[in-house]
């Protein structure tokens, strides 16, 4: 028992566990404070293996640098599962009314983590891009309404 609670006080992290989960599955919450006050909070589970320190990090840090693509994003849940030779990532990013889910696999779990990033990226991108044509083309059509209106 005193063993899986290595990564809680390593990390300073909320354990989350239910008791109907399968002993080798862990979950760990962890808030983190961006510099102007918003809060990001970061699950991270990991099926089947201990999580290490440096890859729970790793993946933290590249999450967290996804809030310069969109700045809007509450809860990010990072998923490790190990199945013989497959190493799996799944990522889902929660935005303001919508979810963002990039699920990768390789032989290495830096890898995975570093695809699953790209693909999110991408994802953000288009969605913050989608919004600013939403709004500029909204902006134009009130200019528009009021020039037909005089």
């Known amino acids: 028992m005193g063993s899986r609670m290595i990564l809680t006080a390593t990390f300073s992290s909320k354990r989350v566990a239910p008791s109907f989960l399968a002993p080798n599955f862990r979950s760990y919450v962890h808030d983190v404070t961006q510099e102007k006050g918003v809060v990001m909070n970061i699950t991270?589970?990991?099926r089947?293996?201990?999580?290490?320190?440096?890859?729970k990090d790793y993946s933290e840090g590249k999450v967290l640098n996804l809030k310069k693509y969109f700045d809007h994003i509450v809860t990010a849940h990072i998923i490790f599962s190990l199945e013989?030779?497959?190493?799996?990532?799944?990522?889902?990013?929660?935005?303001?009314?919508?979810?963002f889910i990039s699920l990768q696999e390789s032989e290495d779990m830096y890898l995975s983590v570093d695809r699953a990033i790209g693909k999110l990226e991408e994802q953000l991108k288009r969605?913050?891009?989608?919004l600013k044509r939403r709004k500029k083309a909204q902006g134009l059509g009130e200019v528009s309404?009021?020039?037909e209106g005089e």
């Open 84 to 99: 013989k030779y497959r190493q799996r990532v799944e990522i889902t990013l929660h935005v303001n009314g919508k979810d």
């Open 44 to 46: 991270t589970t990991a």
């Open 127 to 130: 969605y913050g891009g989608r």
């Open 48 to 55: 089947h293996y201990d999580l290490p320190p440096s890859l």
């Open 145 to 147: 309404g009021a020039v």
